[in-house]
């Protein structure tokens, strides 16, 4: 059921589309061709509509204490401007849903949830707000959110007619976000992304998305920067080793299971909820989230079952998400395996349709970019 | 756009240029940009027997795989090679360069749709 359109429908119609229905939203596939985009945000820039993600403001003189009990990771310590990947878990320790949180001031926070979670955040911060001094609000509707990725995506910004930042942009560091504005009109920019390169992520008032999508379009177009749909996100944030909420993680994931460990406070002397879930963990042979890579073209997709070698017929594991990687060239995927076959290096056979391929679990991510 | 007037459709996205009791066999450029870009083509080996509606080929793009269906009894004469090395020609050339399989029918396929009635099943 597709009950929402971005406030940039209109632009992607223009541009000739393809749409595909991403929890409940019509959001654009491509405009042209997926690979062509995805080589465009590995060399030059893409231009992302994700207006579909979910924006909550928390605020309140309460409002970090009530982050680091509400969510796995520590809030209260973060810097304003500070951004941090952080999980959302139930008491049990498992995950509703992984987000980006914004330090705005020192009592407001700007939370990012996945489209399809939105109501499951919300509620889950609304109740765990009981006693603290602070509003939850759902601010989704209000915002559009432009993605803009790849190793011009800077050069590309400072070229932006009507975009202003309180900090330059070769200032801002990775995870940090700045206040600023397009045409009058307040926005933030982060400097973060969802696809292994270099990028900002813009917030901005959903009836000035237009305007400013056109404005970045314009400047970006001399520097090879093109519009890019979910479909290149997809094998973007694969190949980045990205994990994406119904795939990697779920109700049914424990944190440490998708190696995602780090980002729970267990170090800290705060409880949080979840917290007791999480330091019993997944039982005994739970399994383990890994990289695979193989050669040839054929690729490994989400659900094919996977198998400690080509003779056994009893599944060691199951895919979550898999392509053949454009940028690399041979077939990637996430799955998960039972703990023994986790290490690098180890040999598993996947059932592709009937057909046995053999695949190394690999160390992640699978692609990494070059720092300047 | 339009499909070419002078092949003859599937209901399953498939066009044939019927000669006689032979047939070269495509997907539809509707069937093509459902796919996105296509980058593996597995096509059947030459005098492999075929079996109306079975699967004798997959094509698959970075998102999806689409499935080569036999559109009648009767056996493989030719792969598309060049389709093969290059798999883009799916997409840039569904009605040319971009053939799957060359076959011969045992019998007319049945079921065919003209290229008016395509475009209406596709909604052009």
Wanted: glycine share 10%; charged share 20%; proline share 5%.
């Amino acid at each position: 059921m597709t009950d929402h359109l971005s406030p940039l429908h209109h632009t992607h119609v223009a541009a000739g589309a393809t749409f595909t229905d991403f929890a409940g939203w019509q959001m654009p596939v491509r405009y042209t061709s997926d690979l062509a985009e995805h080589h465009a945000v590995r060399t030059a820039a893409g231009l992302f509509d994700i207006s579909h993600m979910a924006e909550i403001i928390v605020e309140g003189p309460e409002a970090p204490a009530f982050l680091d009990y509400a969510l796995a990771g520590l809030l209260s310590t973060a810097m304003i401007g500070q951004a941090k990947y952080s999980l959302l878990l139930t008491e049990r320790g498992t995950v509703i849903d992984d987000l980006v949180v914004y330090r705005l001031t020192h009592h407001s926070y700007l939370v990012v949830a996945n489209a399809g979670n939105r109501f499951a955040a919300v509620r889950a911060l609304v109740e765990r707000a009981v006693g603290f001094d602070v509003a939850v609000t759902d601010r989704s509707d209000d915002y559009a959110l432009i993605a803009v990725q790849g190793p011009r995506a800077q050069a590309v910004l400072e070229q932006t007619t009507g975009l202003t930042v309180e900090i330059p942009l070769d200032e801002l560091k990775y995870y940090r976000s700045t206040s600023g504005s397009f045409s009058g009109v307040p926005l933030l920019v982060g400097r973060t992304g969802y696809t292994g390169e270099d990028g900002f992520e813009l917030y901005i008032a959903a009836e000035s998305a237009a305007a400013m999508w056109a404005a970045v379009a314009l400047a970006g177009a001399g520097l090879g920067l093109v519009p890019a749909g979910l479909a290149c996100r997809d094998t973007l944030r694969l190949e980045a080793g990205m994990p994406l909420y119904g795939h990697e993680l779920s109700l049914d994931v424990f944190p440490a299971q998708a190696g995602l460990d780090r980002v729970v406070a267990l170090t800290s002397q705060d409880s949080f909820v979840g917290r007791e879930g999480t330091e019993v963990g997944p039982a005994d042979g739970a399994w383990r989230l890994v990289g695979l890579a193989a050669e040839g073209r054929r690729a490994a997709r989400a659900g094919y079952p996977v198998f400690a070698s080509v003779s056994e017929n009893k599944p060691a594991g199951i895919i979550t998400s898999g392509a053949l990687s454009p940028t690399l060239g041979h077939p990637i995927a996430l799955a998960f395996v039972e703990p023994s076959l986790a290490e690098p290096g180890t040999e598993v056979s996947v059932d592709i349709r009937g057909k046995r391929l053999s695949f190394a679990v690999t160390a992640l991510p699978f692609y990494r970019r070059e720092k300047k | 756009m339009p499909v070419p007037e002078n092949l003859t459709y599937t209901s399953e996205h498939e066009w044939l240029l019927i000669d006689g009791d032979t047939a070269t066999v495509g997907i539809t450029n509707y069937a093509a940009d459902q796919l996105g870009d296509v980058v593996f083509v597995e096509l059947p080996e030459v005098d492999d027997a075929m079996i109306a509606g079975a699967v004798v080929g997959e094509i698959e793009s970075t998102k999806s795989v689409g499935e080569l269906l036999a559109p009648a009894n009767g056996s493989i004469l030719e792969s598309n090679r060049a389709v093969a090395e290059s798999p883009e020609l799916v997409n840039s050339d569904p009605f040319g360069a971009g053939w799957l399989v060359r076959v011969r029918l045992d019998a007319a396929p049945e079921g065919l749709l003209s290229a008016a009635e395509y475009d209406a099943l596709v909604g052009e």
